[in-house]
């Protein structure tokens, strides 16, 4: 499936936030309330959680239903938009690690997605799916600046992902090239949700 860069990019603005993915991954099995979502994702602080989950609330991603207890409680659950992205989870769990061990698969999954999660490492997947792309091409497309930039795709070659070319180019490594389906998946989101 071949989608514009640029919409591909504006929906995956939509998860930036560290811990997105890990919100909409626990909430695929069902609404959950908040101290549920603090269990399944210990890492998180609350403020932090409250406020991703706000985000992705405005986002249309997830819905808040407030529950009328003593104290007063809140339910989140994915909306038809975030079910959406089950298809990007699945790709992302296979990219993961195909192992038949739950706690092995469960911590590559959360390694995988706590290393998309780090700020502009989405949007550089997603701009190296057309192909092998110059630094200043990806500077451009993704507005990362050049100190950052840099930084993230020294991670991305030292975790084998990406290999700089002859050319000064870089490009997904065999490993990396494994992303296309979960680019595959995102795009169809983001075809999907516009």
Known sequence: MQVEPGVLLAAVGRLRGRWSLHIVHALLDGPAGFNDLRRAIPAVGPSTLARRLGELEAAGIVSRTVIDTNPPGSRYALTPTGAGLRPVLAEMATW???T???DIRHHQLDDLLTLMQERWMLELHCAL????????????DTG?????????????E????IRRLDDASYAFTATGEGFHQVGEALAAWATATG
């Open 158 to 161: 030292r975790r084998g992902l």
């Open 100 to 102: 038949a061990d739950p």
């Open 129 to 140: 799916l057309a192909g092998p792309r110059r630094f200043t091409d990806l500077a451009r």
């Open 144 to 156: 990362v600046n050049q100190v950052t930039l840099t930084a993230r795709l020294a991670d991305l």
């Open 96 to 98: 993961a690690g195909d």
